[in-house]
């Protein structure tokens, strides 16, 4: 069974700093891409930052480029978002996702998301 356990956010001022992490269980972690998605109030889920299964590959949304960096440990079956230089605009419920196939069918799994609010 497919988890995704998202955990480190909370309230900072612009400009802080947070990592978040998600731990995955259930899959092959280290052949999959993971993939960091959010949502503000009244906005559509947006993407964030993926990296695939090695690591070798990561891109982002222009708006987050050069602030957050996404990164990942696949000894700890763990995929993390540090986010730097933080703006009130960041604010969102951040979501871990990760499609996995099975069987030849990919099912799209996300973890309980966990709330980041930048704000003075």
């Known amino acids: 069974q497919v988890q995704l356990v998202e955990s480190g956010g909370g309230l900072v001022q612009p400009g802080g700093s947070l990592r978040l992490s998600c731990a995955a269980s259930?899959?092959?972690?280290?052949?999959?891409?993971m993939i960091w998605q959010r949502e503000a109030p009244g906005k559509e889920r947006e993407l964030v930052a993926f990296i695939t299964g090695t690591g070798e590959t990561t891109n982002y949304r222009n708006s987050v480029k050069g602030r957050f960096t996404i990164s990942r440990d696949n000894a700890k079956n763990t995929v993390y978002l540090q986010m730097n230089s933080l703006k009130p605009e960041d604010t969102a419920v951040y979501y871990c996702?990760?499609?996995?196939?099975?069987?030849?069918?990919?099912?799209?799994?996300w973890g309980q998301g966990t709330q980041v609010t930048v704000s003075a």
């Open positions: 259930g899959f092959t972690f280290s052949e999959n891409i």
């Open positions: 996702y990760a499609p996995v196939s099975s069987g030849g069918i990919i099912g799209g799994y």
